[in-house]
């Protein structure tokens, strides 16, 4: 088998596969705000219970279409809320961790579609963020791109 370099062509693209619901949140200059945030521990514990307080469970599905599951970064955010609300005040951007690596290889901050339907944060009529939602949330809504 030939190496791409002895055929004199190099790749034009790169796709990145990781897990899904998993973000990191970046400053302003584009710098990590601690740790990159993942679903396996306690956190997301009766954060569903928080966050149907501001939207009834079937409202959510209706909107979104996504199944719930304790680790949706919708979950995951209210957690960050709760128990680190100065994490999500500094922060400028959230980023889905493959968006994360793409960042990082490219300097280019975006939110790749697909990615984003796991945050249960898409709305599933518009196929964009549902900033209505996110406000009811309470989340910053700048920092969905």
Known sequence: MKKCSELGKIPI???????AVDFVLLNEDNQRIGNAVAYRDERTKSMDEKVYELIAEKE?????????????????????????????ERAAKLLMIPDYFNFLLTGNAVTEYTNATTTQL???????????LIQKLGYPELIFQ
């Open 13 to 19: 693209s790169v796709g990145i596969d990781t897990w």
């Open 60 to 88: 959510l599905y209706s909107r979104t279409g996504i199944q719930k599951q304790i680790f949706n970064t919708v979950y995951q955010l209210m957690a960050l809320k709760t128990k680190n609300p100065d994490e999500l």
């Open 122 to 132: 898409v709305n599933a009529q518009t196929k964009d963020w549902d900033m209505d």
